[in-house]
């Protein structure tokens, strides 16, 4: 077997493998986790960002559909109940193709510097695809819901006493992103570097060792010659 040929079959055992993971994490608890009762943070967008950072901007891309796809699927099962705004194709899978493509490129940015930590890079790229992440999904949902959000937002601000009559619509809306990255947010991101980072540097310390254990093999058979 040659090489195109083992690069293909890792390509598509690593998209089988994280898709497979990140149907699993849609249909369980594991998807999200509970931090101090108050925090909800999730971990379904690593899956694409894993495959994006090993296996390349294609095998991210599909990881990524099959998180979108999920996502659809969930929020349709549910009847539109807590976020109805996943109901729609357009919010629910469409960033979730695109995200990865960050992953990807940034990766591929850190990896082109001589010496440079893998597993470095890849938590670099996590941490930038998860904040992208957030930012894409809630920019669909302003394009497609936020007028209605805006409203319903004023309509909360002033039953609680508050004056956001100064405030336009689009800085009411942003502000509350701001508020969730600062909160949630922070906490996701961190979760994604961590784990990138550790399973990365799990996966490239197997493939050295292997790497060395092939390089005796080959200087045995030399030897032996």
Do not use: C
């Amino acid at each position: 077997m040659n090489n195109t040929n083992q690069s293909l079959n890792y390509k598509i055992a690593v998209t089988g493998v994280l898709g497979a993971l990140s149907v699993l994490l849609a249909v369980t608890p594991l998807g999200y986790i509970q931090l101090a009762g108050l925090i909800n943070i999730t971990i379904m967008h690593i899956p694409a960002i894993l495959a994006a950072v090993t296996a390349g901007l294609v095998p991210g891309i599909a990881v990524g559909f099959v998180f979108g796809i999920t996502s659809l699927v969930r929020a349709i099962m549910m009847g539109g109940v807590p976020t109805p705004f996943f109901m729609n194709p357009l919010v629910a899978v469409l960033p979730r193709m695109i995200f990865p493509i960050v992953a990807w490129a940034i990766n591929k940015g850190f990896t082109s510097i001589p010496k440079f930590p893998r597993a470095v890079s890849g938590g670099i790229s996590a941490a930038v695809a998860t904040l992208f992440h957030t930012m894409i999904v809630m920019l669909m949902i302003y394009l497609f819901y936020g007028e209605r959000l805006v409203t319903g937002l004023v309509a909360t601000f002033e039953k609680l006493g508050l004056d956001v009559s100064s405030l336009s619509p689009v800085g009411i809306y942003f502000a509350i992103i701001a508020a969730m990255e600062a909160t949630n947010g922070l906490w996701e991101i961190l979760g994604a570097v961590i784990i990138v980072t550790a399973v990365l540097a799990g996966l490239y310390a197997v493939q050295g060792r292997r790497s060395k254990l092939r390089d005796l093999e080959e200087k045995e058979e030399k030897a032996e010659e």
